[in-house]
Nanobody
Framework: QVKLMESGGGLVQAGGSLRLSCAASGSISSIAVMDWYRQAPGNQRELVATMHSAVTDYADSVKGRFTISRDNAKNTVYLQMNSLKPEDTAVYYC??????????WGQGTQVTVSS
């Protein structure tokens, strides 16, 4: 069983930066896909960034501003968020998956960007 714990959220002014962390307890497959999602009030949860091996992809709305990375030694996934905008305000969730049975979500961390 894998448990994910996000941290690093908070309140930041527009133009600022935050780094989110997602620490995993338990064993994660080397072929796992690591995702960051976000959900703003009244909106559907959307995929923000994804990483599979060394390949990454981003939503158009965050491309060039957000970076997903992974530290295998620490079993942790990061989301570096720069040039934050008020529209980035949301609860951010990490997800780790490598099969139908092994699909895990964190509890979420709030990011609020003030204008």
């Amino acid at each position: 069983q894998v448990k994910l714990m996000e941290s690093g959220g908070g309140l930041v002014q527009a133009g600022g930066s935050l780094r989110l962390s997602c620490a995993a307890s338990g064993s994660i497959s080397s072929i796992a896909v690591m995702d960051w999602y976000r959900q703003a009030p009244g909106n559907q949860r959307e995929l923000v960034a994804t990483m599979h091996s060394a390949v990454t992809d981003y939503a158009d709305s965050v491309k060039g501003r957000f970076t997903i990375s992974r530290d295998n030694a620490k079993n942790t996934v990061y989301l570096q968020m720069n040039s934050l905008k008020p529209e980035d305000t949301a609860v951010y969730y990490c997800r780790v998956r490598w099969s139908l049975r092994n699909d895990y979500w964190g509890q979420g961390t709030q990011v609020t960007v003030s204008s």
